[in-house]
T-cell receptor, first 116, second 115 residues
Framework: NAGVTQTPKFQVLKTGQSMTLQCAQD?????MYWYRQDPGMGLRLIYY???????DKGEVPNGYNVSRLNKREFSLRLESAAPSQTSVYFC???????????????FGEGSWLTVV | GENVEQHPSTLSVQEGDSAVIKCTYS??????FPWYKQELGKRPQLIID?????GEKKDQRIAVTLNKTAKHFSLHITETQPEDSAVYFC??????????????FGAGTILRVKS
């Protein structure tokens, strides 16, 4: 049981290049998330998927697209990378609503992305 | 939009002292308030959470209190140890496409425990 796995762990891109961050969870969770983390700004939600087949924008969706490929996988794509997208990206997942006792959000190990 | 404010941004305490971090939230419908600890280069990990039907929860040296009327909640760490040094994030559930589906995070508090 690996939990939430994301790849790659490190990536350097040139401005204008595209790339996809991959995420998979083996906990049979319904909801999946992509966050970015910047110094002094906490974790900001980019996109989320409440269930297979649905996606919705978070706080900072501009410049990103997502695909919920199946229940396990949720990918994040940068179509034309910009230096402002240099950040640490975290994928996360959760089972059901937060009101249900024992449910919380679990994070992957992070992907360090630098755009030069 | 919905936001969570967290204070202080940095906190230094002497080993053995207590540390308190405070957060306020804006969405009166928020009903779930977790705290995460993040060590350098690692993922955020849940340390304690509280739901809106209780006012306080304790787990060994860590406790969280919630005041729904004032819309603020706090993390209390007693008898701090050097291994408590990390960044701590609070969060609140926000009504999304599915009720309570999203978490909005505070900006984080860097806690340093000096030995």
């Amino acid at each position: 049981n690996a939990g939430v796995t994301q790849t790659p762990k490190f990536q350097v891109l040139k401005t204008g290049q595209s790339m996809t961050l991959q995420c998979a969870q083996d906990m049979n969770h319904n909801s999946m998330y992509w966050y970015r983390q910047d110094p002094g700004m906490g974790l900001r939600l980019i996109y989320y998927s409440a269930s297979e087949g649905t996606t919705d924008k978070g706080e900072v969706p501009n410049g990103y697209n997502v695909s919920r490929l199946n229940k396990r996988e949720f990918s994040l794509r940068l179509e034309s990378a910009a230096p402002s997208q240099t950040s640490v990206y975290f994928c996360a997942s959760r089972n059901r609503g937060f009101a249900t006792s024992g449910n919380t959000i679990y994070f992957g190990e992070g992907s360090w992305l630098t755009v030069v | 939009g919905e936001n969570v404010e967290q204070h202080p941004s940095t906190l230094s305490v002497q080993e053995g002292d207590s540390a308190v971090i405070k957060c306020t939230y804006s969405d009166s419908a928020s009903n779930y308030f977790p705290w995460y600890k993040q060590e350098l280069g690692k993922r955020p990990q849940l340390i304690i959470d509280i739901r809106s039907n209780v006012g306080e929860k304790k787990d060994q040296r860590i406790a969280v209190t919630l005041n729904k009327t004032a819309k603020h909640f706090s993390l209390h760490i007693t008898e701090t140890q050097p291994e408590d040094s990390a960044v701590y994030f609070c969060a609140a559930s926000i009504r999304g496409a599915e009720y309570g589906n999203k978490l909005v995070f505070g900006a984080g508090t860097i806690l340093r425990v000096k030995s």
